[in-house]
Structures are given as C-alpha cells and as structure tokens.
Nanobody, 118 residues
Framework: QVQLVESGGGLVQAGGSLRLSCTAS????????MGWYRQAPGKQRELVAV???????NYADSVKGRFTISKDNAKNTVYLQMNSLKPEDTAVYYC????????????WGQGTQVTVSS
C-alpha cells in the first residue's frame, strides 16, 4: 500500500524557516512527479511547488524566491525548504504524487500544520 508521510511542520515566527519532508513508502518505482499543496482555513487547496525526477520545478508566485522544492529520487522523498516565512503562509501543507505512469490514481499525504506568527 502506497503512503506519503510528511514531517517537519510546526510553529515559527515571521521571517523564520522550516523544512518539510515527505517520504513515499510501498512503492516499487519512484514517483516521477511530486509536489506540495497547502490549504489555509476557509480557503481552497492550492499548489505550492512541484518537481520532476529530472529536476524541473514550478512554484506558486506567492512563494517564488522564498521556498525551494527538492527531491531525493533514491529515497523517494521530496523536501520543501521554506524561508522568510510570512503569517499568510500559515496552512496545512500536503504532499502529493499526482497520477503518473505506474500510479494512475495519485496519492496525498495526511498533511502537516505550519503556523507562522507575526
């Protein structure tokens, strides 16, 4: 059974940093594409960043220059380094592996809370 397990969330002051990790287990082949989404209270879930196994990345405009997504293909793990955090970054952050070859259904992690105090 494929699972995505996140870690690294917490409470941080504005301007601080956090690093999120997400490890996939139960897979035979590594995910080619993985990403991070977030959902703030009362808002829709939104894409934060996505990365391919070849290293191509895409970021939401709101986090460009502050967040960095990276992937360890051997460990089937994706990271999100978040710097210069702002109160508006407060949300539950979800790891995602979208539908792709060998994994047609796609997967979500359970989410990890990130709270940025002003």
């Amino acid at each position: 059974q494929v699972q995505l397990v996140e870690s690294g969330g917490g409470l941080v002051q504005a301007g601080g940093s956090l690093r999120l990790s997400c490890t996939a287990s139960g897979t035979i082949f590594s995910f080619n594409v993985m990403g991070w989404y977030r959902q703030a209270p009362g808002k829709q879930r939104e894409l934060v960043a996505v990365i391919t196994s070849g290293g191509s990345t895409n970021y939401a405009d709101s986090v460009k220059g502050r967040f960095t997504i990276s992937k360890d293909n051997a460990k089937n793990t994706v990271y999100l380094q978040m710097n210069s955090l702002k109160p508006e970054d407060t949300a539950v952050y979800y790891c995602n592996a979208p539908p792709q070859p060998y994994y047609p259904s796609g997967y979500w992690g359970q989410g990890t809370q990130v709270t940025v105090s002003s």
